[in-house]
């Protein structure tokens, strides 16, 4: 079965990354553009992790995780390349609601952590189920050079505007006017 797409508001989210590597720190980079409540937990944790969690205010406990690690977290990843704690963290998580991502551990995941491009108010996410991230990567990679990044500009003219004008048929008819006009400058 594939997974539900998503975009989850991440204001009050609190969120456990286990791992100090490479991919935590990917991982870490791309929560951060969602949340600041984030605790990491690892033994060995890089500098550019460190300097993150300074520059942020996060949570760093540099041990080994125990399983009462998870408790009271909405969201854990697991970035570490140990099988056994990555099983053991999804297993101790089964009676509770939370999500789990165990990286490059599909069969771990509750949910997937989709490649995507942000420009201001635009986030468009793109995702093969697993099956080829570098596919998803090289998508993104085609829609960010192709999106202007004048994007963001008409979507906060778009968002002020529909604040202002009652709903209804005749203001639904100018936006789709308005989105063409900027597809036809953009798109052709």
């Known amino acids: 079965m594939s997974y539900f797409p998503a975009f989850v ?26 949340t600041q409540d984030i605790t990491i937990v690892a033994i060995q944790v890089n500098k550019k992790i ?7 205010g996060l949570t760093l406990y540099q ?15 697991v970035a570490t390349d140990t099988p056994s704690l990555q099983k053991s963290i999804y297993q101790d998580t089964r009676m509770s609601r939370t999500l789990v991502n165990v990286v490059d551990s599909i069969e771990y995941c509750d949910f997937i952590f989709p490649s995507y491009m942000q420009k201001g108010e635009l986030i468009v996410a793109f995702s093969t189920g697993g099956a080829s991230p570098a596919f998803s990567k090289k998508l993104r990679q085609f829609f960010e050079d192709t999106i202007p990044d ?8 778009m968002k002020q505007l529909r604040k202002k004008m009652p709903k209804g048929r005749d203001r639904m008819d100018y ?3 308005m989105v063409e006009k900027f597809f036809a400058q953009y798109f052709k």
Request: aromatic share 8%; proline share 0%.
């Open 9 to 34: 508001k991440m204001d009050h989210a609190r969120v456990l990354l286990v791992g100090g590597g490479k991919i935590a720190e990917e991982k870490l980079e791309k929560l951060l553009d969602f």
């Open 50 to 56: 460190v300097s993150l969690v300074n520059r942020h």
């Open 63 to 77: 041990r080994a995780y125990v399983s009462t690690d998870r408790l009271g977290f909405d969201m854990i990843i």
């Open 150 to 157: 004048s994007v963001d500009e008409f979507l906060k003219n």
């Open 175 to 177: 936006f789709e006017r």
